[in-house]
């Protein structure tokens, strides 16, 4: 099993910054992918961004592409996400995910472990 804990959602301006962090716990020596999700009101889950587990692989959704970026730190058991020039369609729960089995999905339903959410509001 592997937990996941999400932290730094909030409420934030059009055009300023916000970073998410997740934390892992259990089988952490075993994951290989990990990344982010979000979903807004009424619409499917998106993916935002999954990184290796080297941190070599990074992927993004082209919609976050040249402002969010996603780091990790294995000796932590963390993954973060900065999020630069936030804009009001960025308003969404975002979802730490992880995956034992593939580096660099981009798929939801390629995930077994996600976190609970973090509401992150953007402002007109």
């Known amino acids: 099993q592997v937990h996941l804990l999400e932290s730094g959602g909030g409420l934030v301006q059009a055009g300023g910054s916000l970073r998410l962090s997740c934390a892992a716990s259990?089988?952490?020596?075993?994951?290989?992918?990990m990344g982010w999700f979000r979903q807004a009101p009424g619409l499917e889950r998106e993916f935002v961004a999954v990184?290796?587990?080297?941190?070599?692989?990074?992927h993004y959704a082209d919609s976050v592409k040249g402002r969010f970026t996603i780091s990790r730190d294995n000796y932590q058991n963390t993954v973060d996400l900065q999020m630069d020039s936030l804009s009001p369609e960025d308003t969404s729960v975002y979802y730490c995910?992880?995956?034992?089995?593939?580096?660099?999905?981009?798929?939801?339903?390629?995930?077994?472990?996600w976190g609970q959410g973090t509401q992150v509001t953007v402002s007109s």
């Open positions: 995910v992880a995956d034992l089995w593939n580096s660099m999905a981009t798929s939801p339903t390629s995930y077994e472990f």
């Open positions: 259990g089988r952490t020596l075993s994951i290989l992918g």
């Open positions: 990184i290796s587990r080297s941190g070599d692989h990074i």
